[in-house]
């Protein structure tokens, strides 16, 4: 979560959104609050360098909207543009699995491997409490919503429309920044790792998070906003 003073405004990241690339530009204006930091990681784990200690100050706790609610004062809360990026969740266990592969340093990096196909993890994921990166929630719309599943976002952009909705973003909260391409993961269409059953299951567990954000199998049918 980055929390803006100057320039009023509350991002709440949901992992592999494009948040990284939104963080990049927008941490200048803003602060992590230490509410909602983690500790800095190990430079070393049994005598091996640890590169998640070189980029610590991008693994920070992805802090939900009704931590922020709850934690911050409200008229802080109140007077804020409140905004976060979400993913057709069929693309994002895509990219999410490809990014555990290619990590051997984090923690789920060893299961993910054992599961040995695509399939295997997606039954794994809608099977159990499997969730990564450590601390987030299991579905998107559970880093927006309030405890009555009401969204606390004035905006949700789409991985999708990226630039489009990051640049509507600044427009709102008046920087001039342009948006960088980082932490892209390189795989096929993500269509062509699904079988008709790891296609169903993705669309009855996450039926939420695709009902809300306006998504199908092949994509964004209509952006969908507060």
């Not at 990051?166 to 079988?195: F, M, W």
Request: negative net charge; contains cysteine; hydrophobic residues 35%.
């Amino acid at each position: 979560m980055l929390l803006s003073n100057s320039h009023q405004f509350i991002f709440i990241h949901i992992a592999k959104t494009g948040g990284l690339s939104v963080r990049n530009i927008l941490e200048k204006y803003s602060e992590e609050p230490e509410k909602f930091k983690i500790a800095k990681p190990a430079k070393e784990i049994d005598g091996v360098h640890n590169k998640f200690h070189d980029v610590w100050r991008s693994l920070l706790l992805h802090a939900t909207a009704q931590d922020a609610l709850k934690e911050l004062p409200n008229d802080t809360f109140n007077n804020c543009f409140k905004f976060a990026f979400v993913r057709n969740p069929w693309d994002w266990q895509v990219s999410m699995y490809h990014f555990i592969l290619k990590e051997p340093e984090s923690t789920p990096h060893n299961l993910v491997k054992s599961f040995g196909s695509f399939d295997a993890y997606i039954e794994a994921v809608v099977s159990t409490d499997f969730r990564f990166p450590k601390g987030t929630t299991k579905f998107q719309h559970e880093m927006i919503v309030d405890k009555d599943g009401n969204l606390l976002m004035d905006f949700l952009g789409h991985y999708e429309n990226l630039a489009e909705d990051v640049a509507y973003v600044c427009q709102k909260i008046g920087v001039n920044e342009q948006l960088p391409h980082l932490n892209q993961s390189q795989h096929k269409d993500y269509r062509d790792y699904y079988t008709d059953r790891t296609r169903e299951l993705i669309a009855e567990h996450y039926a939420k998070d695709i009902s809300l954000f306006g998504y199908d199998f092949d994509g964004l049918i209509a952006p969908v906003n507060p």
